[in-house]
């Protein structure tokens, strides 16, 4: 066991590292940060200065280097525009996205995983045709074209809501409702696929002819089989947490990671954008762990050497 | 005679991708198979799930390199998968496995897929090429407006002629058929069998039948070896191998085979598992199962030697006689 | 009194028919063999009689269990009948066991529905039963799943689901067709033993007409949706009279016969979708007549036992052996 646990805490380490390695390059390659930062009429001595502060003069492998070496210190750099330290401000706005990603993600279980269900038990139902035209819909209209329509209706025609900012908790209700309907939509069309899938299998046959009530063989038999492709999905839900707010917060104008990312970006801030890439990969490479660890303990056939025959 | 084909000492290895918890293991699929075919023949291989039949077929077929021993087809080498000589040789020997839906192409009508081989093999083309296409449907009992048909059009039995047909077209002088009859109803079964055993008479073709069915197995070939965990455990003709087995599994093996109107009695019912090569049992393989097993089986590995008319590997054939019947 | 009785069963999935008019008794005790190529029914006939086929199919009528009625009763009381009355078991033994449920839970599963046994004395009940089916070192092996067993012992498994039950009646739809030849066996002679010991009715579905000669009292052959023929184990095989047993019987190569050709039954099974208006049989079948093409040939009782349905049965078998032995 120790020796499974090591190994698929050495790849995610991995993954980590390949993954920062390459925003590192991309970032680096992609413009000057000095050009951006000090503006175009910035004279010549005061670039030289913020480029030598930054060790931007260095060869492209030194500076990789450099970076390694302050990573293995667990030093994620200081922001280039106003020198705080840029794990602090990453880690300042993450409440804020899960405020919004957290009930997100809970309203697209709650309600998809059970509607899926609840379509593949009466197939060929009205209520069946309702959840597969509903999740077409969910997952066919792109989140921007959604969050203006939901911002056109419910905040510009009936004023009932706002349409941005974060002043309380009624601000969140639009965020969220753009947010989950997509993923309501894609969790209830693949609940509903996987549990017919299972339904058709010969286990259910055998369960059905032992005599056990419908409910049971539901319950018992056929939802715990479901599980299993229904969590991997989850667990991509789970790992974009932190990262699947980009669009939305910027719509709503929402002070999250989102939002952070987007001026970084466009700042060249390298050190904070970089911080923000580690804790987004971090959070998709637990969620991962997660999901393997998940699947241990819904299907035995995936947890590996069995005791003996 | 000159054997077609000559396999010595085969043997094939593969490793497993275990659990992440244990290392990986290493599976002896084949472990040391000597076989030959002569001209004409039809030599079956009988044997359980697993015991190794279709790894031995690609091996034959140099489908697959052995992981150790030789294959000699026409006295010269088999030649490495994928070199060019070794394309030249796929025009003369072939391949009809279990299949037939699987092994043809639904995109393609049945004569452009009985064509194929011609084109592939640069055999014939334009006038030609469709005449033959056309006799090669004949010859398997297809109808002439059958051509135009797609596979998911036909039924399982005529998609298996139509496979036939494909492996005829480069005149092939030797075919590997691996559990060529297993998916099809007994009813249609009996044409398939049949068509190949006529085909095999009227142009003298050398094959090797792989089968799980013992009755289908008896009624096509003239030489049947039976395999057990990756060997050849006793190879006779035919009649004397149904009519007489001596090893222990073969007994079983035979009398397992249910008969109209003889009711359960008289059957040799093997105690146990089927075999798993992975945990192959020391000395004979067979042992746990066998019932005169003694504790001389656990500790030696009986040779395939001859005895009485026949190839077989077993420590006890002498006190074994006729115990079966 | 029969047990079962099944009249005038028919079938239909997205409105073709597959099953047209099934009748079939078993007695109490009786072991019956339906035989017939893939796709003419035989599984359809039970799952249709036990309720378990799918939405889609629609069923008329009858199946009476000691007189009482199976088909449109609610659900509730066809639940009662599954496990309890009549059990089944089916042809892939390793993707009929739950995958994700260790094995001595789906036998308890059974023993608490139909015995009320729970904890440990369900548990030894299990351990019990999975002893009777076979299963070395069953105390050990009871918290194991279902891919650490063989196919053969998955089919011992849920034979010993089966018997958790007491069913009146097994069903064995082609138990031993994914099984090696030593394992299929291993499996016939479990059958009838348990069969032997607890007295219950089986029906044994297979194409293997061996198979069923050894372990069956009496057997109906059915052929597009129908039975053509029926008989005691001895008069179907000594005297087949329907063309299409006859047919089956002549195709299947003898293990004691040399290697003599085969004698195939030309042709194909119909498309369920596309049957001949008259004998299903008619394109196939060497005897047929105008007659045969025009209207279909009822299943009738034979002056010498046995049902058939044809209009120019076989008559003489005495001389028909003869003429194949010259
Ligand atoms: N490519 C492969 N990689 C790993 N193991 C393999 C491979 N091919 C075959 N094996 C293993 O080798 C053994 C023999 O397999 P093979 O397919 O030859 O059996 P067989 O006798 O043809 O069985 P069957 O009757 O089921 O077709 C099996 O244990 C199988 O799992
Ligand atoms: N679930 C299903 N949906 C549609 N057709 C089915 C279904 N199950 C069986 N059939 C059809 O019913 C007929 C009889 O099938 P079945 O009883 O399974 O045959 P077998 O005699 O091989 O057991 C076949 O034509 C088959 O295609
Ligand atoms: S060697 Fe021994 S165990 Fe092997 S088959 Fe012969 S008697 Fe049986
Ligand atoms: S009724 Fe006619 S066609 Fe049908 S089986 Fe009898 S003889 Fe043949
Ligand atoms: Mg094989
Ligand atoms: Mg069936």
């Known amino acids: ?309 | 005679m000159n054997a077609i084909l000559q396999a010595t000492g085969l043997v094939q290895q593969y490793t497993t991708a275990k659990s992440l918890f244990g290392k990986p293991g290493t599976v002896r699929a084949v472990d040391g198979v000597d076989l030959t075919v002569n001209p004409g023949e039809v030599v079956g291989i009988v044997g359980e799930s697993g015991s190794g039949k279709s790894t031995l077929g690609r091996m034959l077929l140099g489908l697959e390199a052995p992981f150790s021993g030789r294959v000699s087809y026409l006295g010269r080498p088999m030649p490495a998968p994928r070199s060019a000589e070794w394309r030249r040789l796929r025009a003369q020997m072939q391949l009809i496995f279990q299949d037939p839906l699987a092994a043809l192409d639904r995109r393609l009508t049945v004569a452009a897929q009985i064509a194929e081989p011609l084109d592939i093999h640069r055999i014939a083309s334009g006038a030609e090429r469709q005449e033959r296409v056309a006799a090669l449907i004949h010859r398997v009992g297809l109808r002439p407006d059958q051509a135009r048909r797609y596979p998911h059009e036909l039924s399982g039995g005529q998609r298996q002629r139509v496979v036939i047909a494909r492996a005829l077209a480069s005149q092939p002088r030797f075919l590997v058929c691996d559990e060529p009859v297993s998916a099809l109803d007994v009813s249609i079964q009996a044409q398939v069998v049949n068509l190949l055993r006529d085909l095999q008479e009227r142009e003298g073709l050398s094959m090797v039948f792989i089968s799980h069915d013992l009755k289908v197995v008896r009624n096509i070939c003239d030489r049947v070896a039976v395999m057990y965990l990756g060997r050849i455990v006793e190879e006779a003709p035919s009649d004397r191998i149904f009519a007489d087995p001596r090893h222990p599994y073969t007994q079983a093996l035979v009398s397992s085979v249910p008969k109209a109107g003889a009711g359960l009695r008289g059957r040799i019912i093997l105690q146990g598992e089927p075999p798993n090569p992975a945990a192959r049992p020391a000395g004979c393989a067979f042992h746990p199962r066998c019932r005169i097993a003694d504790a001389a089986c656990a500790a030696k590995v009986p040779a395939l030697e001859r005895h009485d008319g026949r190839l077989a590997a077993c420590l006890k054939l002498q006190s074994n006689q006729r115990t079966a019947a | 009194m029969s047990f079962v009785l099944i009249r005038d069963l028919k079938v239909a999935f997205d409105g073709v028919q597959v099953l047209h008019g099934i009748d079939l008794e078993i007695a109490p005790g009786e072991a019956v063999g339906l035989v017939g190529e893939s796709g003419c029914g035989k599984s359809v006939t039970w799952l249709a009689a036990l309720g378990l086929l799918p939405g889609k199919a629609q069923v008329r009528g009858s199946v009476m269990i000691e007189g009482r009625e199976l088909i449109g009763a609610p659900r509730a009381q066809v639940e009662a009948v599954r496990g309890a009355r009549i059990a089944m078991i089916f042809q892939d033994p390793s993707s009929s066991l739950n995958p994700v449920h260790r094995v001595g839970r789906q036998i308890c599963e059974s023993l608490r529905l139909h015995r009320g046994l729970r904890g440990a004395a369900a548990r030894s009940q299990a351990i019990a039963l999975m002893d009777m089916v076979g299963i070395p070192s069953a105390a050990t092996r009871i918290d194991l799943y279902p891919h650490e067993f063989s196919g053969g012992q998955c089919q011992r498994l849920l034979i010993a689901m089966a018997l958790a039950g007491k069913p009146d009646l097994l069903v064995a739809d082609e138990p031993t067709t994914a099984l090696d030849a030593t394992i299929q066996a291993q499996i016939l002679d479990l059958l009838s033993n348990l069969r032997r010991q607890t007295g219950m009715a089986m029906v044994f579905i297979s194409h293997d007409l061996g198979a069923v000669s050894a372990v069956c009292d009496r057997a109906a052959v059915m052929y597009a949706g129908r039975i053509v023929e029926q008989n005691d184990i001895g008069r179907l095989f000594d005297a087949p009279r329907h063309p299409y047993t006859r047919g089956l019987f002549d195709a299947i190569p003898d293990l004691d016969a040399g290697r003599a050709r085969l004698h195939p039954v030309p042709g194909t099974v119909p498309d369920p979708r596309k049957l001949p208006r008259g004998c299903a049989f008619s394109a196939r079948c060497a005897a047929a007549s105008g007659l045969c093409q025009d209207h279909q040939p009822e299943l009738r009782p034979q002056r010498q036992g046995g049902l058939l349905a044809c209009f120019h049965p076989a008559q003489e078998p005495a001389a028909r052996r003869q003429e194949m032995l010259a």
């Open chain 1, 1 to 309: 066991m120790p020796r499974f646990l090591l190994t698929k805490f050495a790849r995610a380490m991995l993954t980590i590292l390949l993954v920062m390695s390459f925003a590192f390059i991309v970032l680096r390659l992609s413009g000057d940060p000095a050009q951006v930062l000090l503006g175009p009429d910035a004279p010549q001595d005061a670039v030289d200065a913020f480029r030598a502060r930054w060790g931007l003069n260095d060869p492209l492998w030194q500076q990789y280097l450099a970076y390694l070496r302050q990573l293995a210190a667990f030093d994620f750099g200081v922001s280039m525009r106003d020198h705080s330290p840029a794990l602090q401000l990453v880690m300042d706005r993450v409440p804020a996205t899960l405020a919004l990603t957290v009930p997100a993600l809970m309203l697209k279980i709650c309600i998809g995983i059970p509607a899926g269900v609840y379509a593949a038990l009466h197939r060929e139902s009205v209520a069946d045709r309702g959840v597969i035209m509903l999740s077409i819909f969910g997952f066919t209209i792109p989140s921007f074209v959604l969050g203006l329509v939901l911002v056109l209706v419910f905040a510009v025609k009936l004023d009932w809501l706002p349409a941005g900012g974060q002043d309380g908790w009624h601000y969140a209700i639009l965020p969220i409702a753009t947010m989950s309907i997509g993923g309501i939509g894609i969790l209830a069309r693949f609940s509903r696929s996987a549990m017919i899938e299972v339904l058709g299998q010969p286990y259910i046959r055998t369960a059905m002819a032992k005599g056990l009530p419908w409910r049971d063989v539901v319950w018992k038999h056929a939802l715990p089989n479901a599980a299993v492709p229904i969590v991997t999905l989850v667990g991509f839900m789970v790992g974009a947490l932190i990262a699947g707010a980009v669009v939305v917060e910027s719509i709503f104008s929402w002070p999250g990671i989102g939002r952070l990312i987007v001026v970084s970006v466009a700042n060249r801030d390298l050190a904070v954008v970089q911080c923000i890439l580690l804790v987004i990969a971090a959070s998709m490479v637990m969620a991962n762990l997660l999901v393997d660890f998940a699947y241990g303990a819904l299907d035995p056939r995936l947890r590996g050497a069995a005791p003996g025959r």
